[in-house]
């Protein structure tokens, strides 16, 4: 039996590679309008407008009255972070976020970098650009588009930008030396959402790439992880030779590598594992099937009906705070739904995380944030044509341990077939730019030094 299942595998495998080995093709660039009404006759404005991010008291203390009228149900004992977000640890945030977290501070801290809008497909695009301080004489710096994912934002992304803009100041080689463009996904933040049905990542590659387009950048490289890892992907298939190249740090694949984790424990070497693929994969059942079983609740819901959880989420800050929260200490590393107050800040600080929080408390932009969701994965499995097409520009690849799933090299290397780099990360989990920002940049910095040297 067990000879019967690895030949049909293998078999299947060689089939499906024969046939699509040699297909370079690409999605269709199109166009699109998402905002409210017809599209109109006269042309889209182009401008680019600096923005700032600002506050006000009776939004502090609209906050702070919601907080004050908090209701919590008390946790089972010993329950830790099993259930979700313990209710005993969220005490101790909330406090914090009542009476010591400094909104107006934290505003300062985002106004850092320079913020602009403009309107695309009828919608207001947000966005930082941040520019290399002095960059090194004779060196032009290189355009780095990064993308979030939820529940994350574009302030994922401060603590790594001066790695990357200005590395000689933190230690770091200037033989490469970036201009980082940070969007906001539309829906999620200060990026205007969609009034209408259909803005998935295929949309949003669109509108990002003539986002780099209107900035004067014809060639630029790619980043991302989350939904940023898709929406990356899909403006290398899209406009592949705009692309110089495209770093991930997760990847959505499906493809016939993933039907040989049954078998792959017993003949590892046959599927293409590494000792360190074998120590992240397997025992199977519980590091990919329950794991994936225990973290993908959430999804369904934001799959079907994001606008249901969704009213709940927009009128309770105390509810969107453990919402978001929780996939902080679980995606950041599984095994931190054993500790009491769920490992939370033994990665990230409670200014960075409530500031995360905020940015979707603010703009109201919790229930389109999760639309994406539908858009891009209620339309059934394989449905979307960029699922079934090959990735056809030089590529890098950050395994971080402690992602949702590992994925092997020779499951990257078959959507990505021109992988230049892979590496296994010494640690970090699903938010790397967040948690581990060297870490992150060294590897972005390593994967463009490989494809120089070519």
């Known amino acids: 039996m067990w000879l019967e299942i690895l030949l049909t595998s293998v078999l299947g495998f060689v089939i499906y590679w024969f046939v699509s080995r040699d297909k370079e093709e690409t999605l269709p660039l199109e166009d699109g309008w998402w905002g409210p009404g017809a599209r109109p006759a006269a042309a889209e404005d182009g401008s680019i407008r600096p923005f700032k991010v600002e506050t006000s008291e009776e939004e502090i203390q609209d906050l702070h009255r919601r907080i004050d009228r908090v209701r919590l149900t008390p946790p089972l004992e010993d329950v830790r972070f099993h259930f979700g977000f313990n209710s005993t640890y969220l005490k101790k945030v909330l406090s914090y976020w009542r009476n010591d977290f400094d909104w107006r501070k934290q505003v300062d801290i985002l106004n850092r970098y320079p913020h602009f809008k403009t309107r ?39 603590k790594i930008i001066p790695l990357l803009t200005d590395p000689r100041s933190h230690g770091l080689s200037e033989e490469h030396v970036f201009e980082v463009i940070c969007p906001s ?8 959402a969609s009034s209408k049905k259909g803005l998935n990542s295929v949309a949003t590659a669109r509108i990002f790439y003539k986002l780099m387009l209107r900035l004067g950048f014809r060639e630029f490289y ?38 040989t984790l049954l078998l792959g424990r017993r003949f590892p ?68 739904q054993d500790l009491e107050d769920g490992g939370l800040e033994r990665k990230f600080s ?24 539908k858009e891009n994965l209620g339309q059934g499995f394989m449905a979307n044509k960029h699922d079934r097409i090959k990735v056809h520009v030089p590529t890098g690849f950050a395994a971080f341990p402690c992602e949702l799933m590992h994925v092997p090299e020779k499951w990257v290397k078959f959507k990505y077939p021109k992988l230049v780099s892979y590496s296994y990360m010494a640690r970090g989990g699903h938010f790397a730019a967040f948690e581990e920002p060297e870490l992150l940049a060294r590897d972005i910095c390593k994967f463009v030094g490989l494809l120089e040297q070519r």
């Not at 994912?149 to 994922?156: I, L, N, V």
């Not at 996904?185 to 205007?192: L, N, V």
């Open 185 to 192: 996904i539309p829906g999620y933040g200060f990026s205007e």
């Open 269 to 336: 070497r046959l599927f293409g594992y590494t000792q360190r693929d074998m120590e992240l994969l397997f025992p199977f059942r519980e590091k990919v099937f329950y794991s994936l079983l225990r973290e993908s609740g959430y999804m369904h819901i934001q799959c079907t009906k994001p606008d249901t959880v969704g009213c709940a989420l927009n009128d309770s800050p105390v509810g969107l705070a453990a919402y978001i929260l929780e996939k902080f200490s679980t995606w950041t590393n599984s095994e931190f």
């Open 120 to 158: 695309i497909e009828g919608l207001d695009i947000h966005f930082i650009h941040v520019k290399p301080p002095q960059p090194p004489s004779g060196c032009t710096p290189k355009p780095l588009l990064m993308v979030h994912g939820w529940p994350g934002s574009f302030y994922e992304f401060y």
């Open 222 to 259: 790619i980043q991302g992880g989350d939904w940023g890892a898709l929406i990356c992907t899909n403006i290398a298939q899209m406009v592949p030779s705009h692309v110089k190249g495209l770093h991930l740090n997760m990847a959505f694949i499906v493809n016939p590598g993933i039907l």
């Open 350 to 373: 409670l200014d960075d995380l409530l500031t995360n929080v905020m940015l979707y408390w603010t703009t109201g932009t919790i229930a389109s944030s999760q639309r994406f969701y």
